[in-house]
């Protein structure tokens, strides 16, 4: 019978003495419009026993204003590794934990993945509640049509670490994302200059916010309020494919014993132009 209803019922988990193991949420919050909490993420920080955050004043804000009276404990990165294992004996005990971060999901650029790996190791149960993210909000709010794009998130705080993270994606054909505090703004935007050039770049600033704000421009033209915090997307190098480029390429793939159809998807997806301009160029080689 207890068998049938282990099978039965998921969130049932045993330790190896037998006892009944709680489960850790992963709960989305707003990044700056308290009302985008969604209904199941209010539920859950309903009925846990404890929301572990960031910051218990900043998550209090948003627990008072959905009337919740759930307790709060502390988990942000001054003290990561000494509240592990206090969430993890109120698992153990079999209660349930939210994980939060002041904003978004937590574990993106914010604390929470050494919990969620921890728990995981531990045979802990753990379930996403997702919520909204400043990287995927801000794409969306670009209107960007890309195919994908790198999240760099905030860089490091030396310059020497911050050109090295920079410099690896210099040459990527996809946006660079990446997150920046007001007061780094002025110093993230000339160290874009001297490494990447004077690129087109989108920046998104108080994202749900009743001041939310999109720039679009060169990164030197920008004048933006500095209030608020950043998303900037970095535009990948347009690069200019002349006839004379695809005719190289064919002949190379060609004169290496590719048939002329093979060639013209390779090159087409080599170089990044349209399978059909491929194509009409290589019936015009001899």
Known sequence: MLKKYIQENERYRLTKRGKMLGTLFIVGTPIGNLEDLSFRAKKILSTVEYVV?????????????????????????????????VILDILYSGKDVALVSDAGMPGICDPG??????????????ETVPGPTAVTTAISLSGLQSSGFIFIGFL???????????????N?????????????????????????????????????????????????????????????IVLPEEKIITDNDIIEKL????????????????????LEVPKNKVYDISTQMK
């Open 53 to 85: 955050c960031e910051d218990t004043r900043h998550t209090g804000k948003l627990l008072s204003y959905y009337d919740i009276k759930t307790k709060t404990l502390s988990h942000h990165k001054f003290n990561e590794r000494a509240s592990l294992n």
């Open 113 to 126: 993945a050494l919990l969620i790996t921890e728990a995981r190791k531990q045979g802990i149960k753990t």
């Open 156 to 170: 490091p705080e030396k310059e020497k670490a911050r050109a090295k993270v920079l410099m690896e994606f210099k």
């Open 172 to 232: 990527a054909s996809l946006p660079v994302v990446l997150y920046c505090a007001p007061h780094d703004l002025d110093k993230v935007a000339k160290l874009l200059i001297d490494m990447y050039g004077n690129r087109e770049v989108i920046v998104t600033k108080e994202l749900t916010k009743m001041f939310e704000s999109v720039y679009e421009g060169k990164i030197s033209e920008l004048e933006i309020n500095r209030k608020g915090e950043f998303v900037i």
């Open 251 to 270: 002949s190379q793939a060609m004169e290496g014993g590719m048939k002329r159809s093979e060639a013209v998807s390779n090159v087409a997806k080599m």
